[in-house]
């Protein structure tokens, strides 16, 4: 790539204040891991696989494969988007891979994000590169890349690209994708969010990604990579490793909300925020569907620790410790786990797997402006 700075240029704070981000590709990994270990790792990030097949033959032949992920700066950011990504970045990175994340300024300028005003979507994407540091996201072999920056400095590739897919594609196969925005083909939208799909699916190959590691909600214009690549008579696909995507905290939210800070842990909620949110969860006794106490200990908790550990008095059934998430799900639904019991443990687990990102926002000048600053912005959808 032209361009690995986790900054823009103009920012001489961030670039201070944030060290690690890869330069450029990283040379093979060495590493013991047999194609089965390494495909059962990059399998286990994915909800979904598209094609599972070609995801071996790729780790098969390819020593450093690029996984991709774009975001949008646009607001504080939630458990989900910082532990479950920091997971599965340093699954696929253990696994060889090389990640390249698209910071999606001007998308999310677009999208009318942060009111659409560039210079606060930066500094909420600084900010987000400060989370991943702080709570654990192996660096070495991450690449931040700005798309303000790329696509300007690389814009005689870029632009022939994104019309070339545009002039391929019918109107409504693009309004199909508007999902990727958190908007519906339905809603009144703006011309920059009907041309945002055509710019999103050029991405994938302009960033010469191999695995799209997304989110499912980002599903239908990853599809739309794979049929341009048979518009074009390209073999070579990009393969679409999906993640899931956790629910909201509050009954019926299939998703978190930026706009909602209710429906959400956030990666800097104090302890007492994180206490509170988890007691009015969503979390009927002995149902598992729609239970998203039950996901973030599935999702979250079992996947960076290892256990879910209940503490409660004897005359409760005593302390228990479980290793598989299986079992959790089990007790719960037979009553033996009660959402008195679920509440307080995956309160605690939380508040322990968030602490290093309190400390770093905390005790680091720089990243507690920073901090400071995104918190007085209004979020807009």
């Known amino acids: 790539m032209a361009s690995s700075s986790s900054e823009p240029p103009t920012d001489a704070m961030a670039a201070a204040s944030i060290s690690g981000a890869a330069t450029g590709v990283a040379p093979p990994l060495e590493s013991d891991l047999t194609l089965d270990e390494k495909y059962e790792l990059c399998r286990s990030v994915g909800e979904e696989c598209i094609q599972e097949e070609e995801l071996r033959n790729l780790l098969d032949k390819k020593p450093v494969p690029v996984c991709y992920d774009g975001f949008e700066p646009s607001g504080r950011m939630h458990i989900a988007q910082g532990v479950m990504k920091c997971l599965n970045v340093n699954k696929l990175t253990k696994a060889g891979c090389h990640f390249k994340f698209w910071v999606a300024d001007w998308f999310a300028l677009m999208n009318n994000k942060m009111g ?29 890349i700005w798309s303000s920056e790329e696509i300007n400095k690389r814009g005689h590739e870029y632009w022939p690209l994104v019309l070339d897919i545009a002039r391929r594609n019918k109107l409504a196969r693009i309004l199909r994708c508007t999902q990727i925005m958190g ?9 920059s969010q009907i041309f945002y799909p055509v710019m999103q699916c050029a991405d994938i190959f302009f960033l010469k990604a191999d695995i799209c590691q997304l989110g499912v909600d980002q599903r239908k214009v990853n599809m739309l990579a794979r049929e341009y690549c048979d518009d074009i008579k390209r073999k070579m696909k990009p393969i679409i490793l999906s993640h899931h995507m956790l629910m ?4 019926g939210q299939e998703k978190m909300s930026k706009s909602d800070p209710e429906s959400a842990i956030f990666m800097e909620d104090s302890e007492a925020d994180v206490n509170v949110k988890l007691k009015k969860a969503y979390c009927p006794p002995g149902e598992v569907k729609g239970n998203p106490c039950l996901e973030y200990i599935k999702y979250v908790v079992m996947p960076w620790t290892g256990k879910f550990s209940v503490t409660r008095p004897e005359e409760n059934g005593g302390n228990v410790d479980y290793d598989a998430y299986e079992d959790v799900e089990a007790d719960f639904v037979s009553g033996a786990l009660h959402p008195g019991d679920v509440k307080p443990a995956l309160a605690r687990h939380l508040n ?30």
Not at 248 to 251: S, V, W
Not at 353 to 376: C, E, M, S
């Open 116 to 144: 659409g005003d560039l210079k606060k979507i930066q500094k909420v994407g600084q900010y987000m590169v400060e989370v991943w540091k702080a709570v654990g996201m192996d660096l070495s072999r991450v690449e931040f």
């Open 183 to 191: 908007r519906s083909e339905t809603d009144d939208l703006a011309a």
């Open 248 to 251: 909201g905290l509050k009954q």
């Open 352 to 381: 322990a797997i968030l602490q290093p990102v309190r400390d770093h926002f905390a005790n680091d000048a720089d990243a507690k402006k920073l901090l400071d600053t995104i918190k007085k912005y209004k979020v807009t959808k």
